[in-house]
């Protein structure tokens, strides 16, 4: 493979010598490339995040009588939070049940007179109104139930309301209910954080989004903690006021608590070389490669000064050096085996 056959220079003598035949050469040593080359990192502000963070409010209006958690609690889904005083519900609802019991009562009563009416009219004894007016009204009385039975259904569901239970696991992070308090639809109640289900959410720039599509791997650190990460989506929407794109991650090992902040750090896979492998001549970056006993200086129009320089394609089978003030374009070079 090219990579085995470059190498690389590692100790520049600026003493020239003479060869057997006189010409003056410079004396340079050389390591492997696989031993330089470099996968430059690049990282992006991240937090991780829980997929179930919830203020818990108020459903119906009625006082707070009874906090059954406090701040810190780890409770389960389902669990009693908040109990509610529920009377004015469960009055509703005896009142609902009394109303339905008459009603009933009633359309049975309308019911049998609709019956003996139509008897009646089949016997020639009973008009067609008087059947007419016996159907309508039991028309009505069960029309007038249904809406009763509404009313009960409803005055249940709010008497029900008035306990309030987690909808997932997780922890009381806050608790701004006080006892004694008219909580109306929407008074905060519980804050409750799921610290089970958590992803990893980081902002990209624009201008790294490339490098992060080339990655294969990233890695979430922390507080000195590393936690590997898998790509779960790159949202395709950027940002107007930032110019950032959000990209989400699973924990694939140990997950941090909800809202740690700190860095998405992955490598380009690309390889690349140490920024002081490159050389300036004319203004333009570059390596020296050396055929046989001279060094020609190749280009890299890409290379930023200071930065990791993308390795495009070289010559197979020759050797870089590290190009210093003494070495130039068609320079002899002979190179001497390394130091162990």
Not at 28 to 45: G, K
Not at 175 to 183: D, L, Q, S, T
């Amino acid at each position: 493979m090219i990579l085995k056959t470059i190498h690389f220079l590692i100790c520049l003598t600026l003493l020239a010598s003479l060869d057997a035949q006189g010409a003056e050469a410079m004396r340079v040593t050389t390591r492997p490339l696989e031993q330089l080359v470099i996968f430059p990192s690049e990282e992006a502000p991240a937090e991780s995040r829980s997929l179930h963070d919830a203020l818990i409010t108020a459903q119906v209006a009625a006082t707070i009588q009874e906090l059954t958690v406090q701040v810190g609690d780890r409770v389960q889904s389902g669990a009693l939070l908040v109990r509610l005083d529920p009377w004015a519900y469960r009055l509703a609802e005896r009142r609902a049940n009394a109303e339905l019991e008459g009603l009933r009562a009633r359309l049975e009563t309308v019911r049998k007179r609709s019956q003996r009416a139509v008897a009646l009219q089949q016997q020639k004894q009973a008009s067609d109104e008087r059947v007419e007016q016996s159907a309508s009204e039991v028309k009505e009385l069960a029309a007038q139930i249904r809406v009763v039975e509404t009313s009960l259904e409803e005055a249940r569901i709010q008497a029900d309301k008035c306990l309030v239970r987690a909808p997932f696991s997780g922890i009381v992070v806050q608790r701004p209910a006080r006892i004694g308090v008219n909580a109306t639809p929407g008074t905060p109640l519980v804050q409750l954080v799921n610290t089970e289900e958590v992803e990893l959410m980081a902002t990209l720039p624009a201008g790294r989004v490339s490098s992060f599509n080339r990655a294969t791997s990233w890695v979430f650190q922390h507080e000195g903690g590393s936690h590997p990460v898998t790509l779960r989506a790159l949202i395709p929407v950027v940002d107007p006021a930032t110019r950032t794109r959000e990209a989400r991650f699973l924990f694939t090992d140990t997950k941090p608590v909800p809202g740690a902040t700190g860095r998405l750090v992955w490598s380009d896979p690309r390889p690349h070389l140490p920024p002081w492998l490159v050389s300036w001549r004319d203004h333009k970056p570059g390596v020296f490669l050396v055929t046989g006993e001279t060094a020609r200086f190749h280009a890299l129009p890409g290379a930023l000064e200071g930065h990791p320089a993308l390795l495009d394609p070289l010559p197979e089978g020759a050797a870089v050096l590290s190009g210093r003030e003494s070495l130039k374009d068609q320079t002899a070079v002979k190179i001497i085996p390394s130091s162990p």
